[in-house]
């Protein structure tokens, strides 16, 4: 199947600042989603990325806060704005065609606000 | 709301040992259920079941679903240091025809040599 990377791995930021994560897959795939993962949590789903057009947030998710691009069928970003330190989480991208198809993940942005 | 709830959230067994990992779920549109891996930030893909009673496996990992009790397990044989790591549970509902993976809280799971 198709391989998924995600970058930065880690990062340190000051309360207030911005990070985007990157998240590039090495074949077209249709659907791609950010995860989120709050210390000690499980994951949960952010947003579906879509091509195209804007993206689908979640209850309690808003396109101010996690800006998310999607130029084409390989590529997304996810931006954690205005950071705070209750932003400090790990962020997961992810692939999957279809509900018959297991989604596929990246290796995660682990993210400290200082 | 969706739910998948996993039991039990910490197990901690000897090398050798069996063990089961529980995951029932109650969601809108059943599609399917997945179970991962997560041993420091990337969950890897174990399983997907979509069918009763039809049972997966890999190595000493297996796993069934009962879509009539809403549940399903992951069993561990002969367990090693190396399946130390949170075991997830995932269930993809359908939403207004938006697909989405609803997770379990996880089980920790350590293996003590």
């Known amino acids: 199947s198709a391989v998924i990377s995600q970058k930065p791995s880690r990062d340190i930021c000051q309360r207030g600042t911005s990070l985007t994560i990157q998240c590039q897959v090495d074949s077209q795939v249709t659907m791609m989603f950010w995860y989120r993962q709050q210390p000690g949590q499980s994951l949960t789903l952010i947003a579906t990325?879509?091509?195209?057009?804007?993206?689908?947030?979640e209850s309690g998710f808003v396109i101010d806060k996690f800006p998310i691009s999607r130029p084409n069928l390989t590529f997304s970003t996810l931006t954690v704005s205005n950071m705070s330190p209750e932003d400090s989480s790990i962020y997961l991208c992810?692939?999957?065609?279809?509900?018959?198809?297991?989604?596929?993940f990246g290796d995660g942005t682990r993210l400290s606000i200082l | 709301e969706d739910k998948v709830v996993q039991s039990p959230l910490s197990l901690v067994v000897h090398e050798g040992d069996t063990v089961t990992l529980n995951c029932s779920y109650e969601?809108?549109?059943?599609?399917?259920l997945l179970w991962y891996k997560q041993e420091k930030k990337a969950p890897t893909f174990l399983f997907m079941l979509t069918s009763s009673g039809i049972e997966k496996k890999s190595g000493r990992l297996s796993s069934i679903l009962d879509k009539k009790e809403l549940f399903s397990i992951l069993n561990i044989t002969a367990t090693q240091t190396g399946d130390s790591a949170i075991y997830l549970c995932?269930?993809?509902?359908?939403?207004?025809?938006?697909?989405?993976?609803?997770f379990g809280q996880g089980t920790r799971l350590t293996i003590n040599p």
């Open positions: 992810s692939f999957g065609e279809n509900p018959n198809q297991p989604q596929h």
């Open positions: 990325a879509n091509q195209g057009s804007e993206a689908t947030y």
């Open positions: 969601v809108t549109n059943f599609r399917s």
């Open positions: 995932a269930v993809y509902d359908l939403i207004q025809g938006a697909q989405k993976l609803v």
